[in-house]
């Protein structure tokens, strides 16, 4: 057995800074209130509802992940964030639409005291959305600047110990690494000059790395995922987690393909469709952003079924991914797949998958768990890139000398051996030798 990392207390309270108040944050922060009230269940949360096996299976020991590793508890969170609209998160959670009434009058209170920081918005990276409460400065350095100042303030007035900032804003254009994302140094130029290749997002990360905070980007841009802030993070000991929260059909696809592959079934062809009303789905309607989108989608597979291993299997796959913007729907979408497979002998099957799914359902624990595991993180002294939480996202952080990591079964393997080597728990193999020897 390897000995116990040292982990900073958990206690104190605990800021949990969102960018963007829409579906996916009121979602998580009301969820959170009816949760603490005892009005709901943490359905999701692997902090909340999850167990983890310690020591051989003889042993019988599966304890609550919150009894393993000292986690933050609901009670201590405490939410704020910004957005270009002005409405309180009550009001955002009526236009979002996901929770019932009922249930949001229940909290009235509690949610309409959240109210939103103006942003750091330009409509250049979003071109489908344009807002009010949007913040001015000569320089994106200033506009960072007044970031790090409502952080501080946050965390003042708040009297909190942590903070943690998850960017759950719209989806922005497509954008690929630029010279300015190579270093802090041409970063910070950047930043000066008003440089393009900077879009909101980043500058969101730049504030919170810069203040040492935990990051992790729930959409698919850029944001932390650069050179730049990468290096910053090391500096700073940010823990960083992105990207793209992993909830609906590719959550499902990282289900289905793993198994496929195990198997070796063939496949050529995937065809997956979605409907969905909100307002992400409005923004996404946006060829730019939708691009941004679809290279986070598309990935999965390739990763997942290793083409170049097994080409006779998956060389020529047809992967197609669509989202079609439909208001009707609202957040609750419905997606489509067909998979055309190939058994024994190359003979032709189909597989269908109908899956009509809540957007925000599926992604809100999942902002929970990531907000409490990255303050875990930056207890333990981890910094940089966490890779054991890719379990989480359809286009998962990586270091550039490895691939990432899409399979959901070795993402949650990888995710408990690290809380168990955070404990100085063996780690498990699976190979169980001992059980006939
Ligand atoms: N819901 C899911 O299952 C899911 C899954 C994966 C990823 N995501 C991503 O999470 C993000 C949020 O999704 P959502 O459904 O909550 O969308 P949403 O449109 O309901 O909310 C996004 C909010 O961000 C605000 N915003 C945009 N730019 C901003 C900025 N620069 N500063 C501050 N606020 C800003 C918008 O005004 C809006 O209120 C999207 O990028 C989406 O693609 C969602």
Redesign the pocket.
């Known amino acids: 057995m390897t000995k116990a990392l040292p982990i900073a207390p958990a206690g104190g309270k605990v800021g949990v800074l969102l ?7 009121t979602t998580t922060i009301a969820g959170i209130m009816a949760i603490r009230k005892g009005i709901a269940k943490p359905i999701g949360s692997l902090t909340q509802m999850g167990t983890i096996r310690l020591g051989k299976r003889t042993e019988g020991r599966s304890p609550a992940i919150s009894d393993v590793v000292p986690l933050a508890g609901l009670d201590q969170l405490v939410f704020g964030g ?4 002005e409405d309180d998160c009550y009001q ?1 959670a009526k236009t ?1 639409g996901v929770l019932e009434p009922t249930l949001l009058n229940q909290i009235k209170d509690e949610l309409s005291a959240v109210k939103p920081m103006p ?3 330009d409509r250049q990276y ?1 071109k489908r ?1 344009d ?1 009010p409460n949007v913040k001015k400065g000569k320089t994106k350095r200033d506009l960072a600047e007044q970031l790090i100042e409502d952080i501080r303030r946050f965390k003042s007035a708040n009297q909190l110990d942590r903070v943690v900032l998850v960017w ?4 922005e254009i497509f954008m690929t690494e630029s010279p300015a994302h190579q270093s802090v140094a041409a970063f910070e130029k950047a930043l000066d000059a008003n440089d393009p290749t900077i879009p ?2 980043m500058i969101y990360a730049y504030a919170a790395i810069k203040e040492g905070l935990p990051y992790a980007n ?3 841009n850029l944001s932390a995922d650069i050179p730049a802030l990468l290096e910053l993070a090391q500096n700073t000991g940010s823990p960083l987690a992105g990207k ?2 992993k ?2 059909q590719t959550l499902i696809k990282t289900i289905i393909a793993p198994g496929l592959k195990a198997r070796l079934l063939g496949v050529a062809g995937w065809y997956s469709t979605n409907i969905l009303g ?3 789905g409005e ?2 309607d946006d060829p730019e952003s939708f691009k941004t ?1 679809e290279e986070s989608k598309k990935s999965v597979l390739d990763y997942i079924l290793q083409p170049s291993l097994y080409p006779d299997l998956y060389s020529d796959l047809h992967h197609v991914v669509r989202i079609n913007y439909y208001p009707p729907r609202g957040d609750n979408k419905e997606g489509w797949d067909n998979i055309d497979l190939v058994g024994w002998l190359g003979y032709p099957m189909q597989l269908k998958i109908n899956f009509l799914c809540r ?2 359902i ?2 809100a624990p999942i902002v929970l768990d990531v907000a409490l595991f990255l303050d875990l993180a930056k207890r333990v002294g981890y910094s940089g890139i966490q890779e054991w939480l890719s379990f989480y996202f ?1 286009s998962p952080m990586h270091a550039p000398s490895v691939y990432p990591e899409h399979d959901l079964f070795i993402q949650l393997m990888k995710l408990k051996n690290t809380l168990r080597h955070i404990r100085g728990e063996e780690l498990i193999t699976h190979l169980g030798r001992e059980y006939y020897d």
């Open positions: 960018v963007g108040l829409g579906a996916v944050s910004w957005d270009i609209f955002a979002a942003a750091v918005f979003v959305l807002g759950c804003g719209s989806t909101s997002s729930a959409a698919p793209d929260l909830t609906g909100n307002r992400d923004v996404l989108k957007d925000s599926l992604a359809k």
